[in-house]
């Protein structure tokens, strides 16, 4: 088979340009291999760093927040931050400025569009960071809040589980706890009881309050050292309102309920048994 001159001379020009280019490469190459094996050490020391720290990360937060799951979490975004530093200046030693640029740019517009997207669940996990920080309740706890009251069962990221004296469990998202008001019964020692009676308006009030205070009195939950008080409120017709007041020890579970029950029962049967009910 014969080539025309014309065709050999094209595919010569086309040999010479491949050569060309890969000597260029090669000679590129050569030149830039100190840089690489500079960027490759850079890469492992900071592999080596970010496993050092994000093992001293997990400790101290865990000692902070004893949480495994905020721990963890920290942990790993120091460990994913080192790596990133190091990955970045290993670009840089390889030249490749705008590939670190374009990372850079490319990685803010991803967590521009992740943030709008999952803002309510990144929204639930900051609330769950701060909760678990700041502690206002532990599990265990009785705790009050968006219309629930119950024992805290479990504390995680996105949610905070409750079960209510109805045995129901309660997933409160984080936000919601962490943007409303909170009553934690538990880290209150002391808690005062307030019932309502609606008595007669005449001349045996006086009476009345004696019998409440008396009922009150013979409570053995009811702390002696604090006040003990019938307040008589409103007038509404031929009714007045009348405040019992007095206090228990909230610590043990189940006590402001019981006392409850119990001064209702006694001071409502005592009332009746004179006559006033």
């Keep these: ?138 599990v265990g706890h009785v705790i009050e809040t968006n219309g629930f009251t119950g024992t805290v069962n479990n504390i995680r990221l996105r949610s905070t589980t409750m079960i209510t004296a109805d045995g129901l469990h309660v997933i409160i998202p984080n936000k919601d706890i962490f943007q409303k008001p909170i009553i934690n019964h538990s880290l209150t020692p002391l808690r005062r009881i307030t019932l309502t009676f609606t008595l007669p308006a005449g001349e045996r009030l006086p009476e009345a309050e004696k019998i409440m205070l008396d009922r009150v009195q013979e409570s053995k939950a009811v702390m002696t050292n604090r006040p003990r008080t019938v307040r008589f409120d409103s007038i509404d017709g031929g009714n007045v309102k009348a405040l019992l007041c007095c206090w228990v020890d909230n610590e043990q579970e189940g006590t402001y309920e019981d006392t409850v029950h119990e001064l209702i029962v006694n001071v409502t049967g005592a009332l009746k048994k004179a006559g006033i009910l």
């Design 1 to 138: 088979m014969h080539y025309s001159p014309i065709l050999a001379g094209e595919w010569t020009g086309y040999q010479a340009l491949i050569l060309d280019k890969l000597y260029r490469w090669g000679t590129a190459a050569i030149r830039m291999l100190p840089n690489l094996v500079v960027a490759i050490i850079v890469l492992v020391m900071f592999w080596l760093l970010a496993r050092l720290l994000r093992g001293f990360a997990n400790r101290l937060v865990w000692k902070v927040t004893e949480t495994a799951a905020i721990s963890g979490l920290v942990a790993s975004t120091v460990y994913l931050l080192v790596l990133l530093m190091g990955l970045f200046i290993s670009l840089n030693v390889l030249r490749l400025d705008k590939a670190v640029t374009s990372l850079l740019a490319g990685a803010g517009i991803i967590g521009l569009a992740l943030g709008f997207a999952f803002q309510d669940l990144t929204a639930n996990f900051i609330s769950g960071i701060f909760i678990t920080f700041r502690k206002p309740f532990a």
